[in-house]
């Protein structure tokens, strides 16, 4: 088998672990505008800005940072396909318990610790419809679009990604950050992958519908004094237009309005961007140092249910 039958629908959701989580939960349904359907236990929360069970979980824990990110698969046999291929590399996978899928309103899936990063990743392919289609309050999210994790070895991270998970670079910032899809999944950047000195979260990403989304947010967050740490901007690689904040733990989340996209087919080159602030913000703002700077990722513990 090839490395072509991995195949992804989308970044699936993001699990994050959050030091209070009343405080998040108000934070990301009042001021983010994601909708609380359930909190099926006093430590978790499942949050959503689609159709889908959950966009986003938060769990509470006293280590601010990412818990895992999950990727749904195109099809079962894409599923199949990259547990058949971590596992011939030496990539252990786990599975999750059904008790945990099921609460997760996921079909079967695995674990597996990405060896450049010590990110979790899960995969899945089924996701159980929500109750209900999803009602924007104040912002029009369209989608989560994506995370921005820190690598040490950022090189090594966008090998791994690019020849053992089929992830496919759209653009790289020189010597900063490299922009990378989850095939065939159409937008620029699903993944982005920064240079740092240790691994963490740099940010989380939505996707919002109008540019007036991003105008409004602007003023929301500072009447509620939430931090602004870089924007209104617009990005070269993906040409979005950008807000970004920071939640109640530190971590930082954007907000962006469009987005390139490319073809299955005929994709057009990875382009090589100098390393300069022109190429993150065409309107030459400069971010503030909080900007991606909180967020540990939890390593995958020893059974597949942690
Ligand atoms: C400043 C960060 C890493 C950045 C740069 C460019 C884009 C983009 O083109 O969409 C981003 O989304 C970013 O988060
Ligand atoms: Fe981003």
Not at 191 to 208: Q, W, Y
Not at 222 to 249: C, M, R, T
Request: glycine share 8%.
């Amino acid at each position: 088998m090839t490395i072509d039958a991995i195949r992804y629908r989308r970044l699936g959701y993001v699990g994050l672990n959050v030091s209070d989580l009343d405080a998040s939960v108000n934070f990301y349904e009042t001021l983010v505008g994601l909708k609380m359907d359930q909190r099926p236990q006093s430590d978790m929360a499942f949050l959503r800005c689609s159709d889908r069970h959950h966009d986003v979980v938060l769990y509470k824990s006293d280590t601010p940072g990412v818990k895992r990110v999950g990727w749904q698969m195109e099809s079962e046999a894409a599923l199949d396909a990259i547990e058949a291929h971590l596992t011939s590399i030496g990539i252990a996978c786990h599975p999750v318990a059904a008790s945990e899928s099921s609460e997760l309103g996921i079909g079967r899936a695995f674990r597996m610790t990405e060896p450049t990063t010590g990110a979790t990743f899960e995969f899945y392919h089924e996701m159980e419809a929500a109750p209900d289609a999803f009602q924007p309050t104040h912002t029009k999210i369209a989608r989560l679009g994506h995370i921005v994790l820190s690598s040490a070895d950022r090189s090594a991270t966008e090998s791994f990604l690019m020849d053992e998970m089929n992830f496919r670079v759209s653009d790289r910032i020189h010597g900063m950050v490299t922009f990378m899809r989850c095939f065939p999944n159409p937008f620029h950047h699903s993944l982005g992958v920064g240079s740092a000195g240790k691994p963490g979260l740099n940010h989380v990403n939505f996707m919002v519908t109008e540019m007036g989304d991003i105008g409004k947010a602007n003023n929301r967050m500072k009447k509620a004094d939430v931090p602004i740490v870089y924007g209104i901007g617009k990005h070269p690689p993906s040409e979005s237009v950008f807000l970004y904040f920071l939640d109640p733990d530190g971590m930082t989340i954007e907000y962006s309005y469009g987005m390139e996209e490319f073809p299955e087919t005929d994709p057009r080159m990875p382009r090589e961007m100098p390393a300069s602030l022109e190429s993150i913000d065409y309107w030459e703002g400069v971010p503030d140092p909080r900007m991606g700077k909180v967020g540990v990722l939890e390593p995958l513990g020893e059974r597949a249910e942690s």
